[in-house]
């Protein structure tokens, strides 16, 4: 009988178990001999080896991870929109009234209050001084008053301004919305009730009042 044992130097001695070649020892040297070529074609051909070495098509996810796959694109088109922020906003010190809201009302020249017609002149120099004397009055006043005025005005109907809108958001509109949902069960139990009382009696009613004919006649 051949005895299998192993040397000193760590040869194996003729004759052993461990010079036998396993399938599992061929199919680890191949997968040896695969790494080595992968390890050299990565360095050999600039990362070209690494692609041949996958047995199958790696998916590449360029945007976003597996949980958010857009987030990326989605940062992107974010930041090329542009925010809208009222509180920022730079105002047109040229035209104040950009939707017209005193165009009718407020716009008052000389012309549309004092007006001479055919046959009553007043002296030219008179009306050229009560011209700009209205003008000027008009123009310098209102800048007075509003500088005395506007800011406490203006601080004045922004609290009342945000009292609205407080009470239309936190009052108004909850009161409305659960008054429709209250008015719909209401109007369900009044639909089943005129569905099931009034209909029949109606119909009823109307099929007795059908059988009636009235003839007409005109004697002479």
């Known amino acids: 009988m051949k005895y299998a044992g192993r040397c000193k130097g760590g040869e194996t001695q003729p004759g052993s178990n461990e010079n036998k070649v396993t399938p599992w020892d061929r199919r680890f040297k191949r997968d040896l001999k695969d790494e080595t070529r992968r390890d050299y074609g990565e360095k050999g051909n600039g990362g070209q080896g690494r692609e041949q070495g996958h047995l199958y098509t790696v998916p590449i996810r360029e945007q976003g991870n597996i949980y958010k796959p857009n987030n990326k694109a989605m940062a992107e088109e974010m930041n090329e929109k542009q925010v809208y922020d009222a509180h920022t906003k730079e105002i047109d010190l040229v035209n104040r009234d950009p939707k017209h809201l005193n165009d009718d009302v407020v716009k008052i020249d000389f012309e549309d209050v004092i007006a001479e017609p055919e046959g009553t002149h007043s002296f030219d120099g008179i009306w050229k001084a009560s011209f700009t004397t209205f ?10 008053l509003s500088a005395l005025f506007g800011i406490p005005m203006a601080l004045i109907w922004g609290i009342y301004f945000a009292i609205l809108s407080f009470l239309h958001i936190w009052a108004v509109v909850p009161c409305i919305k659960s008054f429709l949902i209250e008015i719909q069960c209401i109007s369900r139990v009044y639909s089943i009730y005129v569905h099931t ?6 119909e009823a009613i109307g099929k007795i009042f059908s059988n009636i004919h009235i003839n007409m006649q005109k004697e002479i």
Request: glycine share 0%.
């Open 135 to 144: 003008t000027v009055t008009k123009y310098w006043f209102y800048r007075l």
């Open 197 to 202: 009382f009034c209909d029949p009696l109606f």
